[in-house]
């Protein structure tokens, strides 16, 4: 449907592309209703995506990844949202977790998790969010007091995606006495068969009901002083690096689902009638697709170059906040604006656009909220 050639994929990306697409046609998308009813996505699963050898798509083959790039990673990405497939967290578990050990863990724990990561033996997950606050991490309680060769964790975390499926948690917690300007903050990794640590409630969405988000708590749970991921008091620095990446996995996702929802209102309205003829043929509603198109059309591009400029790596932390911002809320626009196009069919909950309709409100939270997304660019664009 978008007209604009998209040039930065190379034929090997649309091979890997057509594989992806097979197998997420043959294992996720039948099954997806399933999952979603069952409240998880069934931990066979992780190893089949790891045997197709889409898990770790970008990470290094000497790992066990797939010796690509974010481009491979997006290929996957788009493909998911494509189906609305909402519930397997390959996205948090290859391009946001991944790329922790990679670029900050020790040779030791890249050896032990990373090629169990790409088989898809050991999901992961970061818990950084608290009772207290989201993405202000200056308010973060959780605390890891070193005892001997250990670290001594206690605390609590909630909304953590995936945390039931994961094999180890990464945990943002204090290690200092303050945490004022990046100080006192570390990244720790956590196994979830480590004594101390419990799973509290399994929280009860509105939508996205496959995908897994957990309270944790860690009481003198006892973690090896070689799980520490970086350098101690240096996790703020670490997790403002990665976070340019985590938002445009939420873009690229956005996009692809806005896509996805306007190709499937073009195929209703040729075929919903209303005062005897298809509601294609009234003039609002040529208009109404005509605007969407036009408004997704204009994002595609603008994550496209922003994809191109993530790996060169020149994309910083304010152009990924306004491309997160612009790109999660169109897609709550275009979920809206197709819904009503289906009428009451739109508002029932087995059709794929309701679901699409409540799963986009989450992506406007994810990742940071809209608001904090405005308050990195207001504040980029006064400053002196």
């Given at each position: 449907m978008i007209d604009i050639p998209r040039t930065i994929f190379q034929e090997e990306h649309e091979i890997f592309r057509q594989s992806v697409r097979r197998f997420i046609e043959a294992e996720i998308a039948p099954h997806h209703d399933d999952w979603e009813r069952a409240g998880e996505v069934p931990a066979e699963v992780w190893k089949k995506v790891g045997d197709a050898g889409i898990l770790c798509p970008?990470?290094?083959?000497?790992?066990?990844?797939?010796g690509g790039?974010?481009?491979?990673?997006?290929?996957?990405?788009?493909?998911?949202?494509?189906?609305?497939?909402?519930?397997?967290?390959?996205?948090?578990?290859?391009?946001?977790?991944?790329?922790?050990?990679?670029?900050?863990?020790?040779?030791?724990?890249k050896q032990k998790w990373l090629p169990k990561m790409a088989a898809g033996i050991a999901p992961g997950a970061i818990a950084m969010t608290e009772p207290g606050g989201g993405s202000d991490v200056q308010s973060?309680?959780?605390?890891?007091?070193?005892?001997?060769?250990?670290?001594?964790?206690?605390?609590?975390?909630?909304?953590?995606?995936?945390?039931?499926?994961?094999?180890?948690?990464?945990?943002?917690?204090?290690?200092?006495?303050e945490i004022s300007g990046g100080k006192g903050l570390s990244l720790i990794l956590v196994e979830t068969d480590r004594p101390g640590f419990d799973y509290g409630r399994r929280?009860?969405?509105?939508?996205?009901?496959?995908?897994?988000?957990?309270?944790?708590?860690?009481?003198?749970?006892?973690?090896?002083?070689e799980n520490l991921i970086g350098n101690e008091g240096?996790?703020?620095?670490?997790?403002?690096?990665?976070l340019p990446q985590e938002r445009l996995v939420q873009a690229v996702r956005a996009v692809s689902s806005c896509e996805a929802m306007l190709e499937w209102t073009i195929e209703f309205v040729k075929t919903r009638k209303?005062?005897?003829?298809?509601?294609?043929?009234?003039?609002?509603?040529?208009?109404?697709l005509a605007e969407l198109y036009s408004d997704i059309l204009a994002q595609r591009v603008l994550v496209d170059r922003c994809?191109?400029?993530?790996?060169?790596?020149?994309?910083?932390?304010?152009?990924a906040a306004a491309l997160k911002m612009t790109t999660t809320e169109l897609q709550g626009r275009v979920a809206d604006a197709c819904l009503q196009m289906f009428g009451a069919a739109g508002y029932m909950k087995e059709t794929p656009i309701a679901r699409a309709f409540?799963?986009?409100?989450?992506?406007?939270?994810?990742?940071?909220?809209?608001?904090?997304?405005?308050?990195?660019?207001?504040?980029?664009?006064?400053?002196?």
């Open positions: 970008a990470m290094s083959d000497d790992f066990g990844g797939g790039d974010f481009l491979h990673s997006s290929v996957v990405i788009e493909e998911l949202a494509r189906v609305g497939a909402t519930g397997p967290c390959f996205a948090l578990h290859s391009d946001v977790i991944a790329p922790y050990l990679i670029n900050f863990g020790s040779e030791q724990l973060i309680a959780t605390r890891a007091v070193r005892d001997g060769n250990d670290w001594v964790l206690n605390g609590q975390k909630v909304y953590i995606s995936n945390a039931r499926p994961a094999a180890f948690i990464i945990v943002a917690c204090k290690t200092g006495d929280f009860e969405k509105i939508g996205s009901h496959a995908q897994d988000l957990s309270e944790l708590f860690f009481n003198e749970c006892r973690i090896p002083a240096e996790g703020f620095f670490h997790l403002m690096k990665m209303a005062f005897g003829r298809p509601i294609a043929g009234f003039q609002n509603t040529s208009f109404r994809l191109e400029l993530h790996i060169a790596g020149n994309m910083g932390t304010t152009l409540i799963d986009a409100r989450q992506t406007r939270i994810a990742g940071g909220t809209v608001e904090i997304m405005k308050h990195i660019v207001g504040r980029a664009l006064l400053k002196d």
